[in-house]
C-alpha cells in the first residue's frame, strides 16, 4: 500500500509538473526549459539528500547517470513536443509509451501481479489510450511531428523508470543526484553543439524552475515506489499523471475535453482502485 500511494501522489506532481513545463516551453526555448529546470530540481535532491535514507555508492551514482541519459532525450523530445502540440494529446501519447516500457520489462523480469492488479493494469493501459485521444473524435488529424517525438519521449521516459529501479534498493535518491548531472550535462553540450542559448525569455523562469521542483519530487516519490513495489504496477500508476495534465489543461488553457477522454480520466481512477484493492 505505501508503494501504491507513493506511486499515485507521484503521477499526479507528475502531470503538475509537465503542465508548468509546457507553459514555460511555450514562452522559452526548449534547452533554455530543460536546463533551467533540472537546474531547479537538482538544488532539491542536494537539500534532500541529508534528510532521506539512503547510502551512497558507485552503483547507485552509475545507474542514476543512466536514467538520466534515457530521461535528458525524453525530457528535450517531450518538451518540444508540448510546445508544438496539444498538451491533451502529447502527454497521454507519451505516458502511453513510457508505461508500456517499464510494464514489460517488469513481466519479463519475474513481476508476478495478482489477477485483481492485473486487471488494473489492463484498465489502465486503456484509460491511457482514451486520454491520447483528440479532443472531437480525431476528425481532425493531429501533427505528425508532435507525435512522434511523444512516442520516442515515451521510450525515454520507459528507460528511466527501468533504470532507477535497477540502482540498489539502499541507494535512497542518490542515483537521482547523478541522474540529474548526467541530465544537465547532456542537454548543456546539446546547447553549444548547436549554438543555442540557455537564457529563459523574460517572465518564464519563475514557471521554468516550479516545473523542475514538481519533476523532482515526484522523482523522488517515483525512486521509493519502485524500491518498494512491483515495477509492473508502480510504473502503471505513474504513468496514469496525463490526468492531471488534462484536468490543468482544461481548467487553466480552456483546452476542450472530450467525452472519451473523460471516461479515460474516470477509468484512470477505477485503475488505481483495482491496483490498490489487490
Known amino acids: ?10 503521477a499526479v506532481i507528475f502531470g503538475t509538473a509537465d503542465f508548468f513545463g509546457g507553459l ?4 522559452s526555448k526548449v534547452l533554455a526549459v530543460v536546463v533551467l529546470s533540472q537546474l531547479g530540481g537538482m538544488l532539491l535532491v542536494v537539500a ?22 534515457a530521461g535528458a532525450f525524453g525530457i528535450v523530445l517531450f518538451y518540444r513536443g508540448l510546445a508544438t502540440g496539444m498538451m491533451s494529446v502529447v502527454a497521454p501519447t507519451t505516458a502511453t509509451t513510457a508505461m508500456a516500457v517499464p510494464v514489460v520489462f517488469g ?4 513481476d508476478r501481479p ?5 486487471g488494473g493494469v489492463a484498465l489502465g493501459l486503456f484509460a491511457v489510450l482514451l486520454v491520447s485521444r483528440e479532443p472531437g473524435g ?5 501533427r505528425l511531428g508532435p507525435v512522434v517525438a511523444a512516442l520516442v519521449s515515451g521510450a525515454g521516459f520507459g528507460g528511466f523508470f527501468v533504470l ?29 553543439a548547436t549554438r543555442r542559448g540557455l537564457r529563459p525569455a523574460p517572465g518564464s523562469l519563475r514557471v521554468t524552475v516550479v516545473a523542475g521542483v514538481l519533476d523532482m519530487a515526484a522523482n523522488v516519490l517515483y525512486l521509493f515506489a519502485a524500491q518498494r513495489g512491483m515495477l509492473t504496477l508502480v510504473a502503471v500508476l505513474v504513468s496514469l499523471y496525463p490526468a492531471s495534465t488534462l484536468l490543468l489543461a482544461r481548467y487553466v488553457l480552456g483546452e476542450r ?5 473523460i471516461t479515460g480520466v474516470g477509468f484512470a481512477l477505477g485503475a488505481i482502485a483495482l491496483i490498490a484493492a489487490a
Request: charged share 5%.
Open 1 to 10: 500500500m505505501t508503494a501504491i500511494t507513493l506511486a499515485t501522489a507521484c
Open 24 to 27: 514555460a516551453t511555450r514562452r
Open 48 to 69: 534532500l539528500l541529508p534528510i532521506l535514507p539512503g547510502h551512497a555508492s558507485t552503483a547507485a551514482l552509475l545507474w542514476g547517470t543512466a536514467s538520466g541519459v
Open 107 to 110: 513481466l519479463l523480469t519475474g
Open 114 to 118: 495478482s489477477p485483481l492488479a492485473l
Open 138 to 142: 480525431g476528425a481532425s488529424r493531429p
Open 164 to 192: 532507477l529501479k535497477l540502482a540498489p534498493a539502499d541507494s535512497g535518491a542518490w542515483p537521482l543526484l547523478g541522474a540529474r548531472l548526467a541530465s544537465i550535462t547532456l542537454v548543456a553540450l546539446l546547447a553549444l
Open 257 to 261: 475535453l472530450s467525452p472519451v477522454q
